[in-house]
């Protein structure tokens, strides 16, 4: 999507920076108020770029603004019409900056009580899905792999390091290991109650097909979740974020996960390792998609560190 941009910068910065965007080709709209920012105190630039240009817009913040104050806010722009530059506007390109994908992952995948209960529920929907007859537990599967946000914080890891922001990464690392956790520990306590009071029997779970296609993946089933992996951190990349869902559905990370609890409910340590395992194969594609697709991102298409 085109951009705006509002920057704030210390008024005696605020020549320069309007110089500076001025001359940047994917700037379509440019606006400079001086004095006008109360707080912080200062002059008030406001850029509608194409998508390509954010980029060049940052870089240029980055450079005049120095080490003084300044903020840096960006929206979407629904549509630009320019009939003079239209054909410059309708090939403009679909890249997610960097402060973007951080303050969005840094979102979806912060450490809450609302992401927690999330995993949790995840946990529950798929547990109890994997006590049903196939179909049902197809349903399960996908609606625990939407519910769940569990790609958020695994795909922080690699962006941090790609970035080498160390809080990045270690944010993305707490998140992954305490939503992952409550989320077993969510899928234990289904299997608990409804063992307990629903009646519900071990052998549905053993000779199930989802603990089968957990812990014996067949090489298509791992070819569906690392292309999976790819296209959830191509999707972030893209700023396509509305079709994150096929990707989370590709994986089976959620599910690996809540197979693992139920394992340990059930005291079935060797089969809560063969869980353990799939899970940690489905994260290792996210780190290594991650890896690449962020780091072709900053060699071929960013080539700069993010403002904050």
Sequence with gaps: ?????????PSHRGEQLIAALSQLEGVVVLTWQHGASIKPVGDVVTVHALN?????????????????????????????????????????????????????????????????????????IGAAGAFTEPAIAAVAYVASAIIAPGFEPLAK?????????????????LATLT???????????????????????SSAFLEGDVLKHTIHPS????????AGAFAGV????????????????????IEAASVAGI???????????????R????????????????GLKQLIVHRRAPLH
Excluded: C
């Design 52 to 124: 390509r240009a954010t980029d060049d817009v940052m870089r240029a913040v980055a450079t005049i603004g120095g080490d003084t104050p300044f903020t840096v806010l960006t929206a979407e722009v629904a549509s630009i019409s320019d009939p003079e530059n239209q054909k410059q506007i309708d090939a403009d390109v679909d890249e997610a900056i960097w402060e973007e994908l951080e303050t969005g992952l840094r979102h979806q995948g912060r450490l809450t009580a609302n992401f927690l209960l999330l995993m949790a529920l995840g946990g529950v």
């Design 234 to 253: 191509l999707i972030q990349a893209s700023y396509r974020r509305s079709v994150i869902a096929g990707a989370l559905v590709a994986m089976r990370l």
């Design 179 to 201: 939503g992952y956790a409550v989320l077993a520990a969510a899928a234990g306590a289904t299997w608990l109650l409804l063992s307990n009071f629903g009646g519900v029997q």
């Design 219 to 226: 090489p298509e089933l791992l070819t569906i979740a690392l």
């Design 157 to 173: 890891l690699p962006l941090g390091m790609v970035l080498r922001r160390a809080e990045v990464a270690r944010a993305g690392m």
């Design 263 to 277: 394992a340990l409910a059930m005291g079935r340590l060797d089969l809560a390792a063969a869980s353990g395992v």
């Design 279 to 294: 899970l940690a194969v489905d994260a290792g594609f996210v780190l290594v998609a991650g890896v690449i697709v962020f």
């Design 1 to 9: 999507m085109h951009r705006v941009i509002d920057i704030t910068v």
